[in-house]
């Protein structure tokens, strides 16, 4: 599977300086595909698993979006949510929820949400105006 030699929690792919897009998702096959997509589509990607992953994914890189999955082992979805728009320098980072949930069942205001199964179409359609318009300014 192409990107799958991308160990998870390492950014890859993409332009370099493009959008860097942190993907919170246990499924592997989803995880991998979103990676890819992303990556054609010029981002920068980081893979995490659990929201505890991502948490320490922080440490090295604020990311400019995230695309979490909301039922995830550990720290969930939901929570993850929370404590990113509760951290300096997130509360105005997109988030958008990967989910089999339907939007309304999601109980949080996510910016955006794509639905499980998806495709290439449906990732460049939700994700493709954050790709345009998310990117963090970097200080001079």
Same mark, same amino acid.
């Given at each position: 599977?192409?990107?799958?030699?991308?160990?998870?929690?390492?950014?890859?792919?993409?332009?370099?300086?493009?959008?860097?897009?942190?993907?919170?998702?246990?499924?592997?096959?989803?995880?991998?595909?979103?990676?890819?997509?992303?990556?054609?589509?010029?981002?920068?990607?980081?893979?995490?698993?659990?929201?505890?992953?991502?948490?320490?994914?922080?440490?090295?890189?604020?990311?400019?979006? =995230? /695309? !979490?999955?909301?039922? &995830?082992?550990?720290? #969930?979805?939901?929570?993850? $949510? *929370? +404590?990113?728009?509760?951290? @300096?320098?997130?509360?105005?980072?997109? =988030? /958008? !929820?990967?989910?089999? &949930?339907?939007?309304? #069942?999601?109980?949080?205001? $996510? *910016? +955006?949400?794509?639905?499980? @199964?998806?495709?290439?179409?449906?990732?460049?359609?939700?994700?493709?105006?954050?790709?345009?318009?998310?990117?963090?300014?970097?200080?001079?």
């Amino acid at each position: 599977m192409p990107g799958a030699d991308v160990p998870r929690g390492a950014a890859a792919g993409g332009e370099e300086g493009g959008t860097y897009v942190l993907v919170v998702e246990d499924d592997e096959d989803v995880s991998e595909l979103l990676g890819t997509h992303l990556r054609n589509l010029g981002a920068r990607v980081t893979l995490a698993e659990s929201g505890e992953e991502a948490m320490a994914c922080l440490d090295e890189e604020l990311p400019d979006l =995230v /695309i !979490a999955d909301i039922m &995830l082992p550990g720290i #969930d979805g939901r929570q993850l $949510f *929370d +404590a990113l728009k509760n951290m @300096p320098g997130m509360s105005e980072t997109p =988030v /958008i !929820a990967a989910t089999v &949930l339907d939007e309304q #069942d999601i109980g949080r205001h $996510f *910016d +955006a949400c794509i639905s499980k @199964p998806f495709g290439r179409a449906d990732i460049a359609r939700v994700v493709g105006p954050y790709l345009a318009t998310a990117k963090r300014e970097t200080p001079e």
